[in-house]
C-alpha cells in the first residue's frame, strides 16, 4: 500500500467513526472539567446582562438541517424607540466581548458537539438566512458537523473576508484527518491564551454575508 493510499485510509477511518468517538469523550470531559466554569459564567451573564442566560438559536448543520446552538448571551436586549433591536455594537457590553475574546460563550456547544449535532472541530455554523445564499462550492462547508472551533477560526477568525472564510471552509472538508483536527485544538488553545480576530475591522462582531462571496 502506497504512503498516499495509506494517508486516505487513516482519513477514512478518522471521518467515518474515530472523529464521533472523539467529540463524545472529549466533550462529555470537557462538560464535567469545566462544569465549574461554566457555572460562574452563568452567574455572572445573569447579573451582568439578565436571563436569559442562554443564547439559543436554530443554525444549519449537515446538510443544512436546523438545529438549535446554545451559547451564553453576549449581548444586552436593548430596543430603539420602536422597539427593534439596537445594532450589535450597541449591545455588546464590556463583559460580553471579554466572553468573545475568551471564547468563554461558546463553552454550552460541548452539548450540542455530545449531542451529535456539532463536532469539536468543523466549520463554524452561520446563520440559517445565508443557506440560500451560498454558491455550490460554498454549501460544501454543509458536508461535515459544524465544529465548535475550524481551520477558518485558527486562520483569522472575523478578521478576515467571507471568500477567505468559505476557501478554508471547503479545503477543511476536502483534507481534514485526525492530525489536522489536533492541530486547529491545539491553535484555538493558543488563540483562546492570546485571543485576537474576534471582530471584522469596523464591526462588532462579522459582516453580513449576502450573497456572491461578499
Known amino acids: 500500500m502506497s504512503e498516499l493510499q495509506t494517508e486516505k485510509r487513516k482519513a477514512g477511518l478518522w471521518q467515518g467513526g474515530g472523529k464521533r ?17 461554566i457555572l460562574v459564567v452563568a452567574l455572572l451573564v445573569a447579573l451582568k446582562l439578565g436571563r436569559p442566560v442562554l443564547f439559543r438559536q436554530q443554525r444549519p448543520g449537515v446538510d443544512a438541517r436546523p438545529f ?41 456547544e ?28 460554498q454549501a460544501r462547508r454543509m458536508e461535515v458537523r459544524p465544529g465548535v472551533t475550524g481551520w477558518a477560526q485558527v486562520n483569522g ?7 477567505e472564510k468559505f476557501d478554508l471552509d471547503r479545503y477543511y472538508v476536502d483534507h481534514h484527518d485526525a492530525w489536522m483536527d ?3 485544538l491545539a491553535l484555538t488553545v493558543l488563540r483562546i491564551v492570546s485571543p485576537g480576530d474576534v471582530n471584522a475591522e469596523g464591526e462588532a462582531t462579522m459582516r453580513r454575508f449576502e450573497g456572491n462571496g461578499r
Request: zero cysteines; glycine letters at 4%; a negative charge.
Open 21 to 37: 468517538v472523539f467529540d463524545i469523550v472529549v466533550s462529555a470531559i470537557a462538560l464535567v472539567l469545566f462544569s465549574p466554569i
Open 68 to 108: 438549535e446552538m446554545i451559547k451564553f448571551r453576549t449581548m444586552r436586549d436593548a430596543v430603539d424607540a420602536e422597539g427593534k433591536l439596537l445594532p450589535d455594537a450597541e449591545r455588546l457590553t464590556r463583559f460580553g466581548s471579554l466572553l468573545r475574546k475568551t471564547s468563554l460563550d461558546e463553552l454550552p
Open 110 to 137: 460541548l452539548w450540542n458537539v455530545l449531542k451529535g449535532e456539532m463536532s469539536l472541530v468543523g466549520p463554524r455554523p452561520l446563520l440559517m438566512e445565508y443557506v440560500p445564499l451560498y454558491s455550490p462550492e
Open 157 to 163: 477568525r472575523n478578521a478576515i473576508d467571507w471568500d
Open 182 to 184: 489536533m492541530k486547529i
